[in-house]
């Protein structure tokens, strides 16, 4: 009897690796198969906002929301000058490359963020502590925001 335990225990062992082994090689295969696959894009979408009076900022500032299809945003300029992107509503996750264009006077300036992907409320942006050097000759800070949506 005790030999016939030990063989069923040896048996249920070796079974038990080689299925650790099979999902093990399964992930492996899944996650060079996540690492191979690019990122295209699905749309793109722009909108402009201008700002007037954002020097000394006492307070956040916001931007009306902008609808692209499903998703919903809106940027901010914080009192420490970040320039927030926020995604407001969305059903899903988006993978998104938020590109800024700055314009001031004649002269314009593009921004690339890096890619993020963002869940519904959270925000991506960057840090402006030359914040004076977007606003134009006439006090306003004026800004062209083009975001690409991204899927594998």
């Keep these: 009897m005790?030999?016939?335990?030990?063989a069923s225990a040896m048996s249920h062992l070796k079974m038990q690796?080689?299925?650790i082994q099979?999902?093990?090689r399964e992930?492996?295969?899944k996650e060079r198969?996540?690492?191979t696959r690019k990122l295209e894009e699905k749309s793109a979408v722009s909108f402009d906002w201008e700002v007037e009076q954002c020097g000394e900022l006492t307070r956040p500032?916001?931007?009306?929301?902008?609808?692209t299809g499903e998703n919903k945003w809106r940027c901010l300029i914080t009192e420490k000058n970040n320039l927030l992107f926020q995604l407001v509503s969305s059903r899903d996750p988006q993978t998104v490359q938020i590109r800024i264009l700055k314009e001031k006077s004649q002269e314009k300036e593009l921004f690339v963020l890096q890619q993020a992907t963002l869940k519904e409320g959270e925000?991506?942006?960057?840090n402006m502590p030359d914040i004076d050097n977007w606003?134009?000759?006439?006090?306003?800070l004026k800004i062209t925001v083009i975001i690409y949506t991204l899927k594998f």
């Design 61 to 67: 500032i916001t931007s009306d929301t902008f609808s």
């Design 27 to 29: 992930i492996h295969e």
């Design 123 to 126: 925000m991506w942006g960057l």
């Design 135 to 140: 606003i134009g000759d006439n006090g306003k």
């Design 22 to 24: 099979r999902l093990r």
């Design 2 to 6: 005790k030999k016939h335990l030990i």
């Design 17 to 19: 690796s080689a299925e």
């Design 33 to 35: 198969e996540k690492s």
